[in-house]
């Protein structure tokens, strides 16, 4: 079992940034990937950031150049830097972890950006 904790939303003006982490405890040796995915009010949940254990990423299109997904691996710590914010990243995003063949998911932190 892991437990996920998300922390770093609120709100920023957009062109700000944030850092997003979401730290990872219970059984977190054998977690194979960290990401992100958002979503918007009324909108399904989207894909925005990926990383492997060995270090590999993958970033959505729609926010690569702005987002940079790392991991902490002796910290079981996930993070994603948040650059050049728009009003559309507005959105509850939620760390997920991928353990054998389940994900997991946490509560999701609100990232809101005004205009």
């Known amino acids: 079992q892991v437990q996920l904790v998300e922390s770093g939303g609120g709100l920023v003006q957009a062109g700000g940034s944030l850092r997003l982490s979401c730290a990872a405890s219970?059984?977190?040796?054998?977690?194979?990937?960290m990401g992100w995915y958002c979503q918007a009010p009324g909108k399904q949940r989207e894909f925005v950031a990926h990383?492997?254990?060995?270090?590999?990423?993958n970033i959505a299109d729609s926010v690569k150049g702005r987002f940079t997904i790392s991991r902490d691996n002796a910290k079981n710590t996930v993070y994603l830097q948040m650059n050049s914010l728009k009003p559309e990243d507005t959105s509850v995003y939620y760390c997920?972890?991928?353990?054998?063949?389940?994900?997991?998911w946490g509560q999701g932190t609100q990232v809101t950006v005004s205009s």
């Open positions: 997920y972890a991928i353990l054998g063949a389940t994900t997991y």
């Open positions: 219970g059984s977190p040796f054998s977690i194979k990937a």
């Open positions: 990383a492997t254990s060995d270090g590999s990423t």
